[in-house]
């Protein structure tokens, strides 16, 4: 049964949670199952979490009080608006509805209610058909999804061997790792980890065997 309290929401605590040494917990609605990440309360407020469609189930119709920002990791993941293949970005913006669901059966990570004030867009990105860039040095390449004030999430690929330098985070970073694996002083990542490194916290990162990660960052206070 799951717990009815909050879940890592002190953002000042460094959070590190491997994903696949998690157990699947039943949502309300048949067939989807969740890994809760950090919450605010069972079924309200804040959420962060991956989320599991069995083939051909259908969640509940909802709206979003402050936003849904979801990325489809594994699948295809569909609603009344369209079809969400493995790799699309989406923000739903606060006071949107919809009926999601998924006939092949699909894998999300889901940010609920969190978005910036007055961020209104409505946005789908196939990061597979999307223009990458350089990053701010050799051996990484970006591609922006989304920037609302300072909060900034993007896509982010290492090249084998490639090491970032120390660097502060300002407003926070978060960090979900898509493939591969990174490392930095504190300890070593792999695909599936999710990591929340707190406002004011700073690491060395380094990248031996390359990696793909999704990283949101400016979105925490000290
Ligand atoms: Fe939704
Ligand atoms: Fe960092």
Same mark, same amino acid.
């Given at each position: 049964?799951?717990?009815?309290?909050?879940?890592?929401?002190?953002?000042?605590?460094?959070?590190?949670?491997?994903?696949?040494?998690?157990?699947?917990?039943?949502?309300?609605?048949?067939?989807?199952?969740?890994?809760?990440?950090?919450?605010?309360?069972?079924?309200?407020?804040?959420?962060?979490?991956?989320?599991?469609?069995?083939?051909?189930?259908?969640?509940?119709?909802?709206?979003?009080?402050?936003?849904?920002?979801?990325?489809?990791?594994?699948?295809?993941?569909?609603?009344?608006?369209?079809?969400?293949?493995?790799?699309?970005?989406?923000?739903?913006?606060?006071?949107?509805?919809?009926?999601?669901?998924?006939?092949?059966?699909?894998?999300?990570?889901?940010?609920?209610?969190?978005?910036?004030?007055?961020?209104?867009?409505?946005?789908?990105?196939?990061?597979?058909?999307?223009?990458?860039?350089?990053?701010?040095?050799?051996?990484?390449?970006?591609?922006?999804?989304?920037?609302?004030?300072?909060?900034?999430?993007?896509?982010?690929?290492?090249? =084998?061997?490639? #090491?970032?330098?120390?660097?502060?985070?300002?407003? +926070?970073?978060?960090? !979900? %790792?898509? @493939? $591969?694996?990174?490392?930095?002083?504190?300890?070593?990542?792999?695909?599936?980890?999710?990591?929340?490194? =707190?406002?004011? #916290?700073?690491?060395?990162?380094?990248?031996?065997? +390359?990696?793909?990660? !999704? %990283?949101? @960052? $400016?979105?925490?206070?000290?």
């Amino acid at each position: 049964m799951e717990s009815l309290t909050s879940l890592n929401m002190d953002r000042q605590q460094r959070v590190v949670i491997d994903t696949n040494n998690q157990l699947w917990i039943a949502s309300p609605s048949p067939g989807v199952w969740r890994i809760p990440l950090e919450r605010e309360a069972a079924e309200s407020g804040q959420v962060t979490s991956l989320v599991r469609y069995d083939a051909n189930t259908h969640f509940t119709a909802h709206f979003h009080p402050n936003g849904e920002e979801i990325f489809v990791l594994d699948g295809i993941f569909q609603d009344e608006h369209g079809h969400y293949p493995a790799g699309t970005y989406i923000r739903n913006p606060p006071g949107s509805f919809h009926s999601p669901g998924s006939d092949s059966g699909c894998l999300l990570y889901v940010k609920l209610n969190m978005f910036p004030p007055h961020d209104d867009d409505m946005i789908r990105i196939d990061t597979h058909n999307a223009n990458w860039q350089p990053g701010i040095q050799n051996g990484l390449s970006t591609l922006p999804l989304h920037g609302c004030g300072r909060e900034q999430t993007i896509m982010l690929r290492w090249q =084998p061997g490639t #090491s970032f330098p120390s660097h502060q985070h300002d407003g +926070g970073e978060e960090v !979900l %790792v898509l @493939s $591969g694996e990174f490392h930095d002083e504190l300890g070593k990542y792999k695909e599936g980890v999710w990591l929340r490194n =707190p406002a004011g #916290s700073s690491h060395q990162p380094e990248s031996t065997e +390359g990696c793909l990660m !999704l %990283v949101k @960052s $400016g979105h925490m206070s000290k």
